[in-house]
T-cell receptor, first 121, second 115 residues
Framework: GAGVSQSPSNKVTEKGKDVELRCDPISGHTALYWYRQSLGQGLEFLIYFQGNSAPDKSGLPSDRFSAERTGGSVSTLTIQRTQQEDSAVYLC???????????????????FGAGTRLSVL | KNQVEQSPQSLIILEGKNCTLQCNYTVSPFSNLRWYKQDTGRGPVSLTIMTFSENTKSNGRYTATLDADTKQSSLHITASQLSDSASYICVVSPARWGFGNVLHCGSGTQVIVLP
């Protein structure tokens, strides 16, 4: 089946504008993660969803960042009043199950989308 | 087809034992390869980063190797501990950070360490 789909693949915006990034996870995957990678940096965790709820929002860099997930499927990451330091690749990943345990160990794998390249001018 | 393939998909080992995870990639040209550890529900933590000229890099009980000719990397965990239970993700960066380039991430290997 289809993998994790992110849109747009590339986004160029002006400083101060709002942007919305979209992630379509693999159908049936309950967990969804957002990361970003800035130039020369490692992956930075932003937020994850279990179903529609986000138990861990600790990674969001500021209150300009927000994310939501509806219907346990599509998620959107919104960045308000973008700054140049927001320029990065934003990655989304989904996983069939959130948790450890021998029964579900084979399912706790994250499948990554190709990312959205955001450039703030 | 994913340009970064990891194996095995999952792995169960006993505490104190060693294990090796594999990462094969086709990304070219290639800049660097990173291994991350991700605990359930947490963000990934960088373990090692290697450029094409480096063959091995260690971080405590974690040792990564890289063969840029065969495009293969491995992550070896020595004397495993219960806290090593996590997902290990291989991430490859293309050589040129240009407009439109994205990271290539493997699907991860889930490691469970049993007492």
């Amino acid at each position: 089946g289809a993998g994790v789909s992110q849109s747009p693949s590339n986004k160029v915006t002006e400083k101060g504008k709002d942007v919305e990034l979209r992630c379509d996870p693999i159908s049936g995957h309950t967990a969804l993660y957002w990361y970003r990678q800035s130039l020369g940096q490692g992956l930075e965790f932003l937020i994850y969803f279990q179903g529609n709820s986000a138990p861990d929002k600790s990674g969001l860099p500021s209150d300009r960042f927000s994310a939501e997930r509806t219907g346990g499927s599509v998620s959107t990451l919104t960045i308000q009043r973008t700054q140049q330091e927001d320029s990065a690749v934003y990655l989304c990943a989904s996983s069939p199950y959130q948790g450890l345990g021998a029964v579900v160990v084979a399912k706790n794998i994250q499948y990554f989308g190709a990312g959205t390249r955001l450039s703030v001018l | 087809k994913n340009q970064v393939e990891q194996s095995p998909q999952s792995l169960i080992i006993l505490e104190g034992k060693n294990c090796t995870l594999q990462c094969n990639y086709t990304v070219s040209p290639f800049s660097n390869l990173r291994w991350y550890k991700q605990d359930t529900g947490r963000g990934p933590v960088s373990l090692t980063i290697m450029t094409f000229s480096e063959n091995t890099k260690s971080n405590g009980r974690y040792t990564a190797t890289l063969d840029a000719d065969t495009k293969q990397s491995s992550l070896h965990i020595t004397a495993s501990q219960l806290s090593d239970s996590a997902s290990y993700i291989c991430v490859v960066s293309p050589a040129r950070w240009g407009f439109g380039n994205v990271l290539h991430c493997g699907s991860g290997t889930q490691v469970i360490v049993l007492p």
